[in-house]
């Protein structure tokens, strides 16, 4: 009787007999640097794969795509991606990031970064290039808590949730990220769960095949401070709650998308308009300069 091989088994025998094993993503992942250092039952993995999912799908061409993030959890994304890389200073992302875009218009410039590096010090940057509609994808990954710096109370934590900060629970109203994206004038804002990473995934490729300010927010669990914190289980009792919690309504009015703790989550397509970008202004502002200084008299 034969024994079955494991498919450890397989892999050993395949790499020795010369076959070519490799992961499916090797073209956009650095697999030296995998295993990644996100902790169990953290959701930024399953961003990342949708991301690099996305990529490929969306059939863009690597070389000329640059990905930014700032400091914090998800601030590690940008080291594990075959792209040009830029690990930024704390909230300064999405600077960097129009700095790269207006010296290289041709670049696809994706910011990648959590809610307390993009939404609290880097806020003021987050609004202007939304105002001025920095062609560019911001993905916020919304873990509803500082993480990686010892679980404070962040500019996204639900009202009554508790952090280190907040032992008695958040007094302070959260940021409505998508509502704060459309008020400041993004053209595409999307929100998502890591649990709906198709959805997700889908998102990314028509964000980045959007001209403009877009942004994608994904909710994720952080099972080693807000879920324990608040005693909401790991991360698979987070991705259940997100199952069982979890409403679409594409099109919803950013205003009534607020995240209360532990309450029904609208995900969904909210926002896809047409705005001219801050480049197509500049290069036709620029034009009318020069057809004004070549007119006669």
């Known amino acids: 009787m034969e024994i079955p091989k494991t498919m450890q088994q397989e892999e050993t025998q395949g790499s020795r007999s010369g076959m070519d094993i490799t992961h499916p993503m090797e073209n956009v ?141 958040c007094v302070e109203p959260p940021f409505n990220i998508p509502y704060l994206a459309e008020s400041s004038g993004a053209v595409y804002v999307a929100r998502w769960t890591t649990l709906h990473v198709r959805r997700l995934m889908n998102s990314f490729v028509e964000a980045l095949n959007k001209k403009g300010f877009s942004v994608v927010e994904a909710i994720s669990p952080c099972a080693q401070y807000y879920s324990r914190i608040n005693r909401l289980g790991d991360g698979l009792d987070m991705m259940r709650f997100y199952h069982d919690n979890t409403e679409i309504r594409h099109g919803e009015d950013t205003k009534n998308l607020d995240i209360a703790y532990q309450g029904k989550i609208i995900m969904g397509k909210f926002v896809d308009r047409e705005r001219p970008s801050y480049t197509d202004r500049y290069n036709e502002w620029l034009s009318e300069i020069k057809d004004d200084e070549n007119e006669p008299g």
Not at 42 to 63: M, P, Q, R, S, Y
Not at 104 to 127: C, E, Q, R
Request: glycine fraction near 12%.
């Open 29 to 169: 992942l650095r697999m030296d640097r995998i295993p990644h250092i996100w902790c169990p039952g953290c959701g930024i993995g399953l961003a990342v794969t949708a991301f690099a999912a996305a990529l490929e799908k969306a059939e863009i061409d690597l070389n000329k795509v640059a990905i930014v993030s700032g400091i914090g959890c998800t601030g590690r994304v940008a080291g594990y991606v075959k792209l040009d890389s830029f690990h930024t200073t704390h909230g300064r992302a999405i600077a960097f990031a129009t700095g790269i875009k207006v010296a290289n218009p041709d670049m696809k410039v994706v910011v990648f970064s959590g809610d307390g590096d993009l939404i609290a010090i880097g806020g003021n940057h987050f609004i202007h290039a939304a105002r001025r509609n920095i062609d560019m994808l911001v993905i916020c990954v919304n873990n509803f808590i500082y993480a990686m710096t010892g679980g404070q109370v962040a500019p996204t934590t639900p009202l009554a949730a508790y952090a280190t900060t907040c032992p008695f629970g």
